[in-house]
């Protein structure tokens, strides 16, 4: 295969109540009160029409203090080492994280949102609008998180990817 280089830079940064990974939510679900701000860079701020229309948003974005990864972990919803794809571990080859929001508001070059589960200072890579016939696929399998998947909202982050 032919290495193919590629270039992201941050659109904005994301702003939220968390400085430190350890004790912050897992997944969106568990971060559902948690109110945050996007700042966008003013270049970008044209692309942010017609935003408001939308009551989520998918945010991708880059896991900035992740280095390093492993093949296998063990996931924070888990006690048994899994295969690095299928877990949503923050330590990856390409740190990129993903998360659905809820848009409360697009005011100038700033987004108010709901349900963030980032670490503040998050450099933000690219936002999409989320569209339920688009984003939620019929029939779906979620293999070894099927039990665990319901605790999510309780489950915070440790300290097994600082490291």
Request: aromatic share 4%.
């Given at each position: 295969m032919k290495n193919l280089a590629m270039k992201l830079s941050p659109i904005g940064i994301i702003h939220t109540p968390y400085n430190t990974r350890e004790g912050?939510?897992?997944?969106?679900?568990g971060a559902e009160a948690t109110k945050a701000t996007i700042e966008i860079n003013e270049e970008f701020v044209p692309g942010l029409k017609d935003l408001d229309g939308f009551s989520h948003i998918i945010l991708l974005y880059h896991f900035h203090q992740s280095e390093g990864y492993k093949?296998?972990?063990t996931p924070f919803m888990d006690t048994v080492p899994r295969g690095?794809?299928?877990?949503?571990?923050?330590?990856?080859?390409?740190p990129?994280?993903?998360?659905?929001v809820e848009l409360l508001k697009?005011?100038?070059n700033t987004l108010y949102v709901k349900g963030a589960d980032?670490?503040?200072?998050t450099p933000l890579i690219d936002i999409k609008p989320f569209v339920p016939e688009f984003d939620s696929p019929k029939n779906t399998r979620?293999?070894?998180?099927?039990?665990?998947?319901?605790?999510v909202n309780n489950r915070v982050a440790d300290n097994r990817f600082t490291k």
């Open positions: 912050m939510p897992i997944q969106p679900a093949l296998e972990v690095l794809f299928s877990t949503r571990a923050p330590k990856r080859p390409n990129i994280g993903l998360s659905v697009v005011e100038g980032i670490l503040d200072g979620t293999g070894w998180l099927d039990e665990a998947r319901k605790t």
